[in-house]
């Protein structure tokens, strides 16, 4: 897929169906800052953990995932995520072993099935019966609006798509063996183009809502949402695609820095849990080439360097992950009474709870963290806020995971915090009495 390509026309072209923007009033608001003192009810650590994944290429045995054993397998372990996404072909057992491999450890996987490589439907519910204990669903075909040769049944997009997709939900409902798993709709490059596809047959909507070097939550709710409505109605919604790229020259369009992604990243994930996104792909694990080949943005979308070094990002992500881990039986979630006060502008917020009964509120500013036309971070001011809690708390300690994963500051008995938010989530732990 040529990201950079859909990038640049993604900055251009405007929505203007009407369609698309009536159907965004409707979009959730969980994100905005809480001004009222009316308690609000927390959502599960454990949920927000599970609605993180990174797209791999296990089968790319010319870049850096040749590299399982040394690199893949032990980073993805360290990261700490539970799902993936990727594809594979019916006779490339060594790659489908890998799949197998991970969900041992409990990574499961997402497998797109596209025609184009060669992936007939009777193809698509072999494999899926092969690896029924490692996958959890099956995907459409990959973003064919980017490419007008493509056929299915002597169709081109849209025909060819919406064809192949309600042959494909069918067939793999219609297997007793696999027939619980979760079909997942087609991907569009341009957003515009779900009133083209029109409804598919689907069990979960996807969306490959990349943000370009901007904020996370750019066009989420006035296009990305809306567009994915169309095509699977109001079904859950997984972008098994989205992130950002660190090759930055006058050839790479969209890239930021490194530092940017690691403020970016947790933030992507937290802003589509709030609007109730099911689950959010990073794409993708590692850079697949090395720094020479920096002018192909493609290959740098990695959480890890081509050598397997983390990157900011992998680390902000990973220590996310470990503060909140806490998986686990079902729980009687409770609910917090505090309030914001202060300078809360563009400040965003995620309550959670663990089973132990400890809340977890995730503070950040929403705002640019990079500047595109000089290539350059943004030094964002912190906004002073202060924190009451009209719920008794014993403890509160504040972390900030694009650091680490050790305590900033440790409070007894609070009434009120005073914080610093910065364009970074910063997360903090609150025991109530």
Known sequence: ?????????????????????????????????????????????????????????????????????????????????????????LGDTATQQKFLDLATIGIKSILVMDPRYGQTVEDAVNIAKIMANSIEGVEGANEWDLHTDLQYKGQNFPDGVRTYQAELYAAIKADSAIGNLDVLGPSIAFAENAVKLGTVACDIGTMHSYPGWGQPSWELDNRWIPATRIMCGDKPIVATESGYHNAINEQSGFGVSEKASAKYLPRLFLEYFNRGIKRAYSYELIDQKPNPEANNSQLHYGLLRYDGSPKPAFIAVKNLISLLQDSGDSFEIGSLDYSLSGDTTDVHHTLLQKRDGKFYLILWQEVASFNKPTNADVDVPSRKVTLTLNTAIKNATTYQPIESVNPLKKSDNPKQLKLKIPDAPIVVELIPV
């Open 1 to 89: 897929m040529n990201k950079i390509l859909k990038l640049w026309i993604r900055r251009y072209k405007f929505l203007t169906l009407a369609l698309l923007s009536a159907i965004a009033l409707t979009s959730t608001v969980l994100f905005l800052p809480k001004a009222e003192t009316q308690p609000e009810q927390a959502r599960s650590a454990d949920s927000f953990v599970d609605s993180i994944g990174v797209v791999v290429h296990l089968n790319y045995a010319d870049t850096a995932y040749a590299r399982y054993d040394d690199i893949i397998k032990p980073r993805l372990q360290e990261l700490g995520i539970r799902h993936i996404r990727d594809g594979v072909a």
